[in-house]
């Protein structure tokens, strides 16, 4: 890397480097190393390009494509799940919406999140952008086809939307500055950008994600922003977990930015993380009779850097439970094999303990549970 997708520093030597393979935010690996880079300027924090990007996007980043229902797991409340676009729809309805709104889901996929708000507030106006034709199909029921867009924002698009969503976007796209600069030009004069990235501070595992290129800090979002004609109203860690949420406006002025005793804390922050990621995957070891509780990220992870497979993925996510991952049975907790002697805790480290733990009766006493520490 050269320099730094933000402020455009030049960087020098990555943070973190570990061979083949790397991880993808769907769970799976691809033949390419982990670098992490951190900028010294403005604590933002990046990897390398994939070795084609638009093509990942266009062609294999199919995110809940599966089927129709497919949702990733936000976390489970009173022992039923809550999926990710439900939190996702609930928190954009809490964002006083005008009547009659006009709201753009930018990196859309299947609209899922739209469309659930849109079922509560069937007096918006839905419109939708993707760099994919492949969920056109999911869209054509419900948005009109003048309100669909794929692979460039059209320029009669621009000063129109009261408000632009973009869940979980903006961390995968290579010039991030320039994409929220779009993005303003977009908003009418009073409308609002909310968008969500990873937290990569507050969920650290994140840092490792190749197909996020870009890992935001809370002071390398506030100049992210500042560069791109917009002002920050409200930059969160509390609406959803692991992510920051934010809130802006057009600026007709110079937008603030972070002080550098706060960006030297954050840089300071970023490189002790990595250096924890380090020394916790290259210190796993293998067990016999192992199981990986979590056939996500946290889970594949650890896979990745065991010499051989577990004899099953444990999961509470309906939708992935009864397939495969890894060639390898994703059962429910109280489906756990009789010999499984070891269970690994593929979970966020800073959640994992209660989460998963002894205390739960499908856990048997004589289980070891491995988290990662």
């Not at 797991?73 to 939190?87: A, C, I, N, S, W």
């Not at 918006?124 to 867009?149: C, G, K, M, T």
Request: proline share 7%; with cysteine.
């Amino acid at each position: 890397m050269k320099q730094c997708r933000v402020c455009a520093t030049p960087l020098s030597q990555p943070s973190y480097a570990a061979p083949a393979p790397a991880m993808t935010s769907l769970s799976t690996l691809i033949d390419i190393p982990s670098d992490v880079f951190v900028c010294l300027q403005c604590g933002h924090i990046q990897s390398p390009n994939l070795p084609d990007v638009q093509a990942f996007y266009d062609n294999e980043y199919r995110i809940s494509l599966q089927s129709d229902e497919h949702d990733q797991l936000y976390e489970t409340r009173k022992g039923k799940p809550v999926f990710r676009t439900d939190h996702q729809a609930q928190i954009v309805l809490e964002l006083d919406l005008p009547q009659n709104a006009k709201i753009l889901d930018f990196g859309a996929a299947k609209a899922t999140t739209l469309k659930k708000v849109f079922d509560q507030r069937s007096d918006l106006i839905p419109y939708v952008f993707d760099v994919s034709e492949d969920y056109r199909s999911h869209w054509a029921s419900w948005v009109d086809e003048d309100n669909q867009a794929t692979y460039q924002l059209p320029h009669a698009w621009h000063g129109k939307f009261d408000v632009i969503t973009a869940h979980f976007v903006i961390e995968h796209v290579e010039e991030p500055v320039q994409i929220l600069k779009e993005l303003a030009q977009c908003l009418s004069p009073e409308g609002k950008l909310f968008f969500s990235v990873p937290d990569p501070l507050g969920n650290s595992g994140d840092l490792l994600v190749a197909d996020h290129l870009n890992h935001f800090t809370e002071v390398s979002l506030q100049k992210a922003i500042a560069l791109s004609g917009l002002k920050v109203e409200r930059i969160n860690q509390s609406d959803f977990r692991g992510a920051h949420c934010v809130i802006a406006t057009r600026s007709n002025g110079v937008g603030v930015e972070p002080d550098n005793l706060t960006i030297q804390k954050t840089v300071s922050e970023a490189n002790e993380k990595l250096g924890w990621w380090k020394n916790v995957l290259s210190n796993l070891k293998d067990y016999p009779n192992a199981a990986i509780y979590g056939a996500g990220f946290y889970g594949t992870l650890i896979a990745s850097r065991l010499s051989g497979l577990p004899i099953c993925f444990i999961d509470r996510n309906p939708h992935l439970q009864g397939k495969k991952h890894l060639n390898r049975p994703v059962i429910i907790p109280e489906d756990c094999p009789s010999n499984i002697e070891t269970i690994y805790a593929g979970l966020n480290p800073d959640h994992a303990p209660q989460i998963l733990n002894k205390e739960q009766e499908w856990v048997r006493p004589h289980t070891d549970i491995i988290y990662l520490t």
